[in-house]
């Protein structure tokens, strides 16, 4: 199993441009989640998905929408990137029935110049 | 929604035992406690998680008095390899699973 997989690793925008980050998670998790982490921060929730077909904001929404496409895949767009936006973004799983951890990825380094 | 408070940072040495607490005095009565460990551009990982008393794994020890109101985290005999950041989470099954600023701990030798 490899668990929860991102998409990109790395990747530089100019401001203005769009761009999609992909998560994939093979563990048959209900509930997915979206969070960046500025330096030296803690980690801030974007948006999660608590089943498929349903998703929810966060505590930091603005500048980013989510599909949940299916069980498995949960991406997070960009549409208009600012310099803001630059920070590690974590995509997350878990099978909330179980109270069952929270299983992350290896994130997505993002820079916008 | 659980909020959660912990030290900023806190320092040991090699060989301590360390106890990092979380206040959580909003801590609803179906949320669980649970403590990961993050390393530098890694995403956290998981340690612990309990409900009440005490809980104990390969890795630590969970102690939760019957109030709830916190939780303390306890690391036996720290190594350097235990620097990095600890997270405590009020975890409910509502979903919105929020970090709060984590406490950094640093190991000497």
């Known amino acids: 199993n490899a668990g929860v997989t991102q998409t990109p690793k790395f990747q530089v925008l100019k401001t203005g441009q769009s761009m999609t980050l992909q998560c994939a998670q093979d563990m048959n998790h209900n509930s997915m989640y979206w969070y960046r982490q500025d330096p030296g921060m803690g980690l801030r929730l974007i948006y999660y998905?608590?089943?498929?077909?349903?998703?929810d904001k966060g505590e930091v929404p603005n500048g980013y929408n989510v599909s949940r496409l299916n069980k498995r895949e949960f991406s997070l767009r960009l549409e208009s990137a600012a310099p803001s936006q630059t920070s590690v973004y974590f995509c997350?799983?878990?099978?909330?029935?179980?109270?069952?951890?929270?299983?992350f990825g290896s994130g997505t380094q993002l820079s916008v110049l | 929604l659980a909020k959660t408070t912990q030290p900023i940072s806190m320092d040991s040495y090699e060989g301590q035992e360390v106890n990092i607490t979380c206040s959580h005095n909003n801590i609803a009565t179906n949320d669980y406690i649970t403590w990961y460990q993050q390393f530098p551009s890694q995403g956290p990982r998981f340690i612990i998680q309990?409900?009440?008393t005490k809980v104990t794994n390969e890795v630590a020890s969970l102690f939760i008095p019957a109030d709830r109101k916190s939780s303390t985290l306890s690391l036996p005999r720290v190594s350097l390899s235990d620097t990095a950041v600890y997270y405590c989470l009020g975890d409910n099954a509502g979903n919105m699973l929020t970090f709060g600023g984590g406490t950094r701990l640093m190991v000497k030798p």
């Open positions: 998905s608590a089943s498929e077909g349903t998703t």
């Open positions: 997350a799983s878990r099978n909330p029935a179980t109270n069952e951890k929270l299983f």
């Open positions: 309990g409900y009440k």
